[in-house]
Nanobody, 126 residues
Framework: QVQLQESGPGLVKPSQTPFLACTVS??????????WAWIRQPPGKGLEWMGV???????YYSPSLKSRTSIARDTSKNQFTLQLLSVTPEGTAVYYC??????????????????WGQGTKVTVTS
């Protein structure tokens, strides 16, 4: 059983570059044979797929967010991370991490993922 727990800064200012982390437990960390994804949900809107990193470290991004996000993994901490580059108020959302056994791109249907975190809220405001 894999468990995912997101953590993040909570409140950030525009133009900052915050990091969010997803801690993986119950597996051999982000090198376990899963694909590790980030999905977000802005207030009052639907889920938005942001990107995914594979167990080999390959990354895939949403075309609309590629220039503003960076996904990486920290095997020493059993985490994979999301960095928001020069964040804007539109980055206000609940950010979720998820894991799937197969590579699925741009998927926001929770049923397509094997594991899903509880989410961490990020509010971007000056």
């Amino acid at each position: 059983q894999v468990q995912l727990q997101e953590s993040g800064p909570g409140l950030v200012k525009p133009s900052q570059t915050p990091f969010l982390a997803c801690t993986v437990s119950g597996a051999s960390g982000p090198t376990a044979l899963y694909y590790w994804a980030w999905i977000r949900q802005p207030p009052g809107k639907g889920l938005e797929w942001m990107g995914v990193i594979s167990y080999t470290g390959s990354t895939y991004y949403s075309p609309s967010l590629k220039s503003r996000t960076s996904i990486a993994r920290d095997t020493s901490k059993n985490q994979f991370t999301l960095q928001l580059l020069s964040v804007t108020p539109e980055g206000t959302a609940v950010y979720y991490c998820a894991a799937s056994k197969t590579l699925i791109l741009e998927a926001t249907d929770k049923t397509r993922y094997d594991y899903w975190g509880q989410g961490t809220k990020v509010t971007v405001t000056s």
